[in-house]
């Protein structure tokens, strides 16, 4: 099979390759899917799993990417709740070969199924963001209705759903990123909107929860801005700032099969749009990837037609 793989951490995106791979069997508990839509997130390359096992041994050739949608192919001994032909929406475990293939051997409890009238594009584009924004808001930050939200990127892959569950929630959403970006956050349901380049974040005022995806001076200053009792959310890593009198944690995104079912669920009724930017094949995707064009969503790879 096709697939794009790293060997080298120090080479970055100019060591990336498409090559020819064996396919993947099915372990125990295991499916392999074909896989028809995959996503990536450019900090695979810093990760530790993507160059090593849990056990800390070196497991390059590695194949990027951790989010698909596609077809259960195989089932392994054991494996239980899926069958083949069954089209399913995932995210695979960051210490195992990933996505950026035509098939893929994983876990089947980190699979979802995928109603048929959702497309495999929009799918793929839906397990990191999705599950990061609704374990950053109901999980770790405990959104209640009337609370006020600080959503950062609120144009972007996350973000975008980040403002849209919040507003579903019953939640007061401001949105931020940079001018260009004011009416795509205010299109997916931000209330109000700060430009970080032109405008005071502090004219902000109090909230009770922020969700931070971008880290630096920009946390720090928004620590300030958190209620008492309320939270900072981050997925940018540890953090030594905090809210005077709140809390901040930062997480990494788990698979969850019950939380990613009704994320599609709602995509399937129309209560939320997944924000997809640049849309490319297998073959193109090296490319897309290493592109200095400004990413305005998700992007997503079709690796079938």
């Known amino acids: 099979m096709k697939a794009i793989v790293v060997t080298d951490p120090a080479a970055g995106m100019a060591g990336m390759k498409l090559v020819d791979r064996p396919e993947p069997q099915a372990a125990i508990n295991d499916v392999v899917v074909e896989i028809h839509a995959a996503g990536f997130v450019n900090t695979e390359l810093e990760w530790p799993s993507t160059w090593a096992d849990r056990a800390f ?40 070969d990933g996505t950026l293939a035509e098939y893929i051997a994983m876990e089947a409890r980190n699979l979802a199924p995928l109603p048929g009238d959702v497309d495999f594009t929009v799918g793929a584009s839906l397990p990191i963001s999705g599950l990061t924004a609704w374990q950053g808001l109901f999980q770790h930050g405990r959104l209640q209705a009337g ?59 109090g909230v009770d929860l922020v969700f931070d995806v971008i880290g630096g001076d920009i946390q720090k200053r928004s620590a300030a801005l958190v209620r008492a009792g309320g939270t900072l959310v981050t997925v940018v890593g540890p953090t030594d700032v905090r809210p005077a009198d709140g809390r901040t944690i930062d997480f990494v995104v788990e698979s969850d099969r019950a939380q990613l079912s009704e994320i599609v669920q709602r995509v399937r009724d129309g209560r939320l749009r997944t924000n997809i930017g640049k849309v490319s094949s297998l073959d193109e995707a090296i490319a897309t990837f290493r592109s200095t064009e400004r990413r305005t969503g998700k992007t997503v790879i079709r690796v079938r037609p």
Do not use: C, M, N
Not at 79 to 93: C, K
Not at 150 to 162: D, S, T, Y
């Open 57 to 96: 041994r070196e497991r390059t050739p590695s194949i990027l990417g951790h989010e698909l949608a596609g077809v259960v192919a195989a089932l392994g001994y054991g494996t239980t709740g899926l069958s083949i032909g069954q089209r399913v929406v995932g995210l695979s475990d960051w210490h195992r």
């Open 147 to 205: 609370q006020s939200v600080l959503a950062h990127g609120a144009a972007g892959a996350v973000g975008a759903i980040v403002t849209q569950l919040a507003r579903e929630a019953g939640a007061y959403v401001i949105g931020t990123g940079r001018a260009a970006d004011r009416q795509k956050a205010l299109d997916f349901g931000a209330h109000e909107f700060i430009d970080l380049g032109s405008e005071r974040l502090e004219d902000v005022g």
